[in-house]
């Protein structure tokens, strides 16, 4: 079985520019999650899809940052424009939904954006 | 504001000790924990993740909980040198995940 994939594994912008994520989940995962990681900590969630509805972006920042997730299958994550400090390694995770699957949240190897 | 707390390490261990983690966390209403562990420049990978309080033991892995003392840890039995990483301790509220800073271990030869 495949895991999450995400592309690219690696970006390097100037400040201001734009900047998109892909990630395609574990197939038949309802859950999708973006999380982001910086040095040293751990993972913050950004946004939570249920299928196609993102039911949690309360630490999403909504100035910059949009995510969409159009058939319930694959998911963006995009940043407009990007700041220094939106240097980071970005994750996917999915899981299969349901009460006990939100327990079990597969992360794919992440992007790691550097914004110059 | 819900926060799960971790020793940043780094923790040294010989090869073949007991190496053990702890987390505490804010939140009575709490309701499962997780560890992950996450190797230098990888994603994190789900290593167990306990309900109920008491032990939860899988292969070399124990995890604790005690729920009234808001505390989990994860004992590596016999530890060896590919568990050096960093493991991070993860506690659901509702659908969320929070996650500690992690605690970076090092096994010894």
């Known amino acids: 079985e495949a895991g999450v994939v995400q592309s690219p594994r690696y970006k390097i912008i100037e400040k201001k520019q734009p900047v998109a994520f892909w990630c395609n989940p574990i197939s038949g995962h309802n859950t999708l999650y973006w999380y982001l990681q910086n040095l040293g900590q751990g993972p913050e969630l950004l946004i939570r899809y249920e299928n196609e509805e993102a039911v949690d972006d309360s630490q999403l920042p909504k100035d910059r940052f949009s995510a969409e997730r159009l058939k319930g299958v694959d998911s963006t994550l995009k940043i407009q424009p990007a700041e220094l400090g939106d240097s980071a390694v970005y994750l996917c995770?999915?899981?299969?939904?349901?009460?006990?699957?939100?327990?079990?949240?597969?992360f794919g190897p992440g992007t790691r954006l550097t914004v110059l | 504001q819900k926060e799960v707390e971790q020793n940043s390490g780094p923790l040294s261990v010989p090869e073949g000790a007991i190496a053990s983690l702890n987390c505490t966390y804010s939140?009575?209403?709490?309701?499962?924990f997780f560890w992950y562990r996450q190797y230098s420049g990888k994603s994190p990978e789900l290593i167990m993740f306990?309900?109920?309080?008491g032990d939860k033991e899988d292969g070399r892995f124990t995890a604790q909980l005690n729920k009234a003392s808001q505390y989990v840890s994860l004992l590596i039995r016999d530890s060896q040198p590919s568990d050096s990483a960093t493991y991070l301790c993860?506690?659901?509220?509702?659908?969320?995940?929070?996650f500690g800073k992690g605690t970076k271990l090092s096994v010894i030869p």
């Open positions: 993860a506690v659901r509220w509702s659908y969320q995940l929070t």
């Open positions: 939140d009575r209403g709490s309701q499962s």
């Open positions: 995770a999915s899981s299969l939904g349901g009460e006990r699957s939100y327990n079990e949240q597969f």
């Open positions: 306990i309900y109920s309080n």
